[in-house]
């Protein structure tokens, strides 16, 4: 029989940023814990490298700094010194439609208008879908209780144009989504809020462009001066006496026979026990993990669906290419092009490059129709990259550098029905104190939003090991006082 090891108090299943945010917190309320990570490296998708003086993102390149988690997350890390704004020269993105680049009208809210003028003067409407999104000012608001898709919601209230070049890719495409079959109620409830507040999405989109900004002085996106890795890597240096496992898989969960807590068995043979566990795990790994304990869970997880997404980063001397226009650019999906956007990385942030005389650009892949491509090998997916951005925006020169990153099942998708499947796999859960689900699998996957779902079960976890009323109690093994949060 496998000898069995003396684990910490509670396991955490997963060291991407919602793992080390449930870490952290678990840390500083005093709870032993095991942080348990597959790859070789903390941080999952969050990676930045630093090759020849350029900084490059394998993942995330910024987070939205109005949404607050990840900035008092960086302030409690002691990064609060090395937020910074996106450049303001060159803030502004195009959307590549119909043989060319057409700015974004001033004033969106992602899709919705807030002032109408930019709107009437923009080049990537036709006439007849401008006088279609005024429909929005005269309609009704919508049902209450539906669980409406992106495409039903935004060809009702702004039109088909609207949907097919500007929500389809700036909203769906976050997440690789379908817009026929994205749940917007999951995805992006605030449209709804919106709706249902204002009933037109356009005076909505006015009253929120009238209020009064957060104050933080910060653009809508942020990022760190070294890099999205500058999160990770705090955080993992924040967990003092942690034991931490990478390179690393467990391959079962299930309960201890004592009846006190749950045994995790690894890839190697070894067996932990742990009172507490958090999976912050992609929904394909956290079904199967729970599949034996609660297999309702399992079974609601598992229809929640993960598309592939690739990125390749290239940089070019300055002399070499074309003006390149604001930040960058999306191509809707409707002008059947192989890639999603292009992101001009040197022009968005300062220190991405080692000087002026070089830019860095990152092209973006995958989704429902770029599956094959993203995972097709990295010959091919740079040869397409880079035909791509020769035809779309005459950029033929031999790149400096490039860098591929590929995510099999890197995005999850909020389809119709994803709250239903949450509720129902948090509800099986309930049934198994000290057992909570974090990650971008559930509740957003937008950093802020991962922050929140591993902080939230820590949360969970610390409270359903204690007792109701005590602020400090001795649960067993390995046990000791748990301070207050």
């Known amino acids: 029989m496998t000898d069995v090891a003396l684990a910490p108090k509670i396991a955490v299943i997963g060291g991407g940023i919602s793992g080390l945010a449930a870490a952290h917190d678990l840390t500083t309320a005093g709870a032993g814990v095991i942080v348990i990570e597959k790859s070789s490296r903390l941080g999952g998708k969050v990676i930045t490298e630093h090759i020849d003086g350029f900084l490059i993102e394998g993942g995330p390149d910024s987070f939205v700094a109005g949404k607050g988690s990840v900035l008092e997350l960086a302030n409690e890390l002691g990064l609060a010194g090395q937020v910074i704004s996106s450049r303001p020269e060159n803030r502004g993105a195009y959307v590549w439609c119909r043989g060319g680049l057409h700015p974004l009208p001033d004033g969106l809210l992602l899709m919705a208008p807030s002032r109408l003028s930019p709107l009437l003067r923009s080049s990537l409407l036709s006439w007849k879908g401008k006088l279609r999104v005024l429909g929005d000012l005269v309609l009704p608001k919508g049902s209450i209780d539906e669980d409406e898709s992106l495409e039903a919601f935004v060809v009702c ?8 070049r500007i929500a389809e890719r700036l909203i769906a495409g ?19 809020d919106m709706e249902r507040k204002h009933r037109s999405l356009i005076l909505a989109a006015r009253s929120v462009a009238s209020r009064p900004t957060a104050g933080n002085g910060l653009s809508y ?43 995790l068995v690894l890839d190697d043979g070894t067996e932990l026990r742990a ?19 609660v297999p309702e869970a399992a079974a609601a997880v598992a229809g929640i669906h993960q598309v592939a997404t690739a990125t390749v980063t290239l940089a070019y001397r300055i002399g070499d290419i074309p003006d390149l226009l604001g930040s960058g650019f999306v191509v809707p999906s409707v002008e059947r ?27 973006f892949v995958g989704g429902q129709h770029g599956r094959e491509l993203a995972l097709g090998g990295k010959d091919k997916l ?46 099986a859960l309930a049934a198994h104190p000290g057992l909570a689900l974090a990650g971008a699998a559930f509740h957003g996957i937008g950093l802020n939003e991962c922050v929140d779902s591993g902080r939230r079960a820590a949360e969970t976890v610390l409270a359903a090991l204690r007792l109701e009323g005590t602020p400090h109690v001795s649960v ?10």
Not at 233 to 255: F, S
Not at 281 to 288: G, K, N
């Open 174 to 192: 976050i997440n690789g989504a379908e817009h026929s079959t994205m749940s917007l109620q999951a995805s992006f409830p605030r449209f709804l």
């Open 157 to 164: 209230r702004l039109g088909c144009e609207v949907l097919e």
């Open 275 to 293: 009172h507490g566990v958090i999976l912050a795990l992609p929904a394909s790994e956290t079904a199967t993990l729970v599949s034996e304990l």
């Open 337 to 363: 092009r192989r890639i999603m956007g292009v992101s001009y990385l040197s022009r968005k942030w300062e220190g991405r490059v080692p000087h002026r005389q070089l830019a860095l650009l990152r092209a």
């Open 382 to 427: 740079v040869a397409a990259v880079r035909e791509e951005l020769a035809e779309l925006i005459g950029l033929t020169a031999h790149p400096v550098l490039v860098r591929t990153h590929c995510w099999m099942g890197g995005l999850h998708q909020y389809t119709l029905g994803h709250l239903d499947r949450v509720a129902k796999a948090e509800s």
């Open 221 to 263: 996106f942020a990022s760190f001066k070294g890099g999205m890795g500058e999160l990770a890597a705090a955080l993992a240096n924040a967990l003092k006496d942690v034991d931490i496992k990478t390179g690393r898989a467990v391959t079962r969960l299930r309960p201890d026979e004592d009846g006190d807590g749950y045994r």
């Open 476 to 485: 067993g093994l390995n046990s000791r006082p748990w301070g207050n949060r």
